[in-house]
């Protein structure tokens, strides 16, 4: 069965600094990886997605994510933080059985932006 | 863009009661997907329907049924609520069939208080 670990449950970085959300994952198959955000009292957002294609994947408000397989890992980036970034990141990993991919979510990491 | 729907937005109910929560996928998605979110943790898998037939089962409590309908939209029906049950209820949609695409859209959820 597969499974995600997301590294740190808060996280806190200045305005402008790099953000960096680790996340590793576990699937007896190629697995399908998505960050989704999630802001207060909202619902979740996708962020980006790896299925197969390229390894960095960018997505939208200029995060990338970087699929490993030698790591098991596809740890989220953004070049320089931005206030309107604080929120609760997600990371989830689906299977690609027969049937609809439900998504196996890691338990999250909050990120703070400082002023 | 449509959006997922979801109704209400907030429910509150007393314990033994019972609940409809109601999902209406982005037009033209076929599959959907029920999550339950508690308080500070990740969204967890309930259940999936795609074409109007279960697709794939997570760790949904006997007490609780679910169906898709002819127009795809879903209910999520639970009865003899319990304390536990009070949390945030996601539904999500996806398009081309259960191996088409692998973007899952999430409603704003609705959140269950159990009293």
């Known amino acids: 069965a597969q499974s995600v670990t997301q590294l740190g449950s808060h996280v806190s970085v200045s305005e402008g600094a790099l953000v960096l959300l680790r996340c590793n994952y576990s699937s007896s198959v190629p697995p399908y990886l998505f960050w989704y955000v999630q802001y207060p009292n909202q619902g979740l957002q996708l962020l980006l997605k790896?299925?197969?294609?390229?390894?960095l994947v960018k997505g939208i408000n200029g995060f990338e994510a970087e699929f490993k397989k030698s790591e098991t890992s596809f740890h989220l980036t953004k070049p320089s933080a931005h206030m309107s970034d604080a929120a609760e990141y997600f990371c989830?990993?689906?299977?690609?059985?027969?049937?609809?991919?439900?998504?196996?979510f890691g338990q999250g990491t909050r990120l703070t932006i400082n002023p | 863009a449509a959006g997922v729907i979801q109704s209400p937005r907030h429910l509150i109910k007393e314990k033994r009661e019972t609940a409809t929560l109601k999902c209406y996928p982005i037009?033209?998605?076929?599959?959907v997907y029920w999550y339950q979110q508690g308080p500070g943790q990740d969204p967890q898998f309930l259940i999936s329907?795609?074409?109007?037939?279960?697709?794939d089962k997570g760790s949904i409590p006997d007490r609780f049924s679910a169906q898709q309908f002819s127009d795809y939209h879903s209910e999520l029906n639970m009865s003899s609520l319990e304390l536990g049950d009070s949390a945030l209820y996601f539904c999500a949609s996806s398009p081309l069939g259960p191996s088409g695409s692998y973007e899952q859209y999430f409603g704003p959820g609705t959140r269950l208080t159990v009293t």
């Open positions: 790896y299925t197969s294609a390229a390894t």
């Open positions: 037009p033209r998605h076929d599959t």
């Open positions: 989830a990993v689906s299977e690609n059985p027969q049937g609809a991919q439900k998504l196996v």
């Open positions: 329907f795609y074409e109007k037939m279960q697709s």
